[in-house]
């Protein structure tokens, strides 16, 4: 799809004063996750989705049928992102294209002066996502990555817990994301073309809730004193497995496993030195916290999703857009350049490279 948006090299225009009327939501990319997002749309007041943009046209206008609501305006389908970027009905996009191809229509968005909610990772390295962020302050356009986890009603609990001392001295964190795929080295998950490979499909999760936890627990991430990565590649040259550990020092580590070729519990464990937060079966997307003393008694606190678990993260976008912001404080700028650093160290260290690495070398 990048082969459609044009550079355009004008002047930035100011940005667009937005009512608390309807907000008006573009998708681009029609798949699976897009789905989650529209339904959460649908079900939300005050925002709608208008359009919908995909290289087949079959499928955006399926996509644009199945979210049509009755007695509202029908979901136009493009083939032409161009196109729906020039729409002035269109107060926000969302990117949810395979996150190697995030970067081309992020910036056509920003450019155009659409608030932006690009799924994670918001792109494959550092220096991609240093430009975006440039953009969005050059545009004054919204721009936050997707990490709906960190909106979750757990995930608020959990930092509670944290900020309150129940766990002591923090001494660690375990955690893993795994799920077999089938081989094919053509599809988003194992090509490098697309950018595929485990770690930032889902080891973003497992990066993201450490740097939750330490913000909550201690005030700031410390700087990694040490890395260590071991890793399993697939035939195409990605991630097929990732052992790694982020040392901050004083035995403060954070030790996870991601994989695309085999199984997990895909828990999470925040331990400490009086007892440890447990986060069971799929952690990032969790409704119960578990809380296991060293002395005393467990407890155990249910804090299932509103909608699909997008809502919040759906709200803060909008939030943001209609009060001029360019970030959140959720999901800040820094925050995904953090990610993105460790990412890239991560790569080089298990020896993986996209085609398009040495376009955008770090700025130095």
Not at 46 to 54: E, I, N, Q, W, Y
Not at 144 to 158: D, G, H, K
Not at 211 to 227: S, T, Y
Not at 272 to 287: S, Y
Request: a neutral charge.
């Amino acid at each position: 799809m990048a082969a459609h948006f044009r550079r355009s090299r004008d002047r930035p225009a100011a940005p667009r004063p937005m009512s608390a009327s309807t907000f008006q939501w573009a998708v681009i990319g029609p798949g699976a996750i897009a789905h989650r997002f529209a339904d959460a749309v649908a079900r939300l007041d005050g925002c709608r989705l208008h359009a919908v943009c995909g290289r087949d046209a079959h499928r955006a206008q399926q996509f644009a049928e199945r979210w049509s609501a009755p007695g509202e305006p029908a979901v136009l389908a493009h083939t032409d992102p161009a196109a729906l970027l020039a729409d002035p009905a269109i107060d926000g996009v969302y990117v949810a294209t395979p996150h190697g191809q995030h970067y081309e229509p992020v910036l056509a968005a920003l450019r155009a002066g659409k608030a932006v909610l690009c799924e994670k990772s918001l792109v494959p390295n550092q220096e991609m996502g240093r430009r975006l962020v440039e953009a969005a302050r050059t545009h004054r356009s919204f721009l936050m990555e997707a990490v709906w986890t960190r909106f979750l009603p757990a995930y608020q609990a959990l930092a509670a817990w944290l900020r309150d001392g129940r766990l002591g001295a923090l001494h660690g964190l375990q955690s893993s994301f795994c799920f077999p795929a089938p081989y094919d080295p053509d599809s988003r998950i194992f090509s490098p073309a697309l950018a595929g490979g485990a770690l930032l499909d889902v080891g973003i999760y497992n990066m993201t809730a450490t740097r939750w936890v330490l913000q909550h627990a201690l005030g700031e991430v410390p700087p990694l004193v040490d890395l260590q990565v071991r890793a399993r590649l697939a035939p195409t040259g990605v991630d097929a497995r990732l052992a790694v550990m982020l040392d901050f020092g004083d035995g403060l580590v954070s030790q996870f496993h991601c994989a695309v070729d085999s199984f997990a519990p895909n828990t999470m464990q925040v331990l400490g030195a009086a007892g440890a937060i447990v986060l069971p079966e799929t952690f990032w997307e969790a409704t119960r916290l578990q809380w296991l003393p060293a002395r005393g008694t467990a407890e155990t606190i249910e804090r299932p999703f509103e909608i699909n678990g997008f809502e919040n993260e759906i709200r803060e976008a909008m939030r943001c857009a209609r009060a001029g912001e360019i970030e959140s404080p959720v999901v800040p700028h820094a925050e995904t350049l953090a990610v993105l650093g460790w990412m890239d160290r991560i790569r080089a260290l298990a020896g993986v490279r996209y085609p398009f690495d040495d376009d955008f070398p770090p700025t130095r």
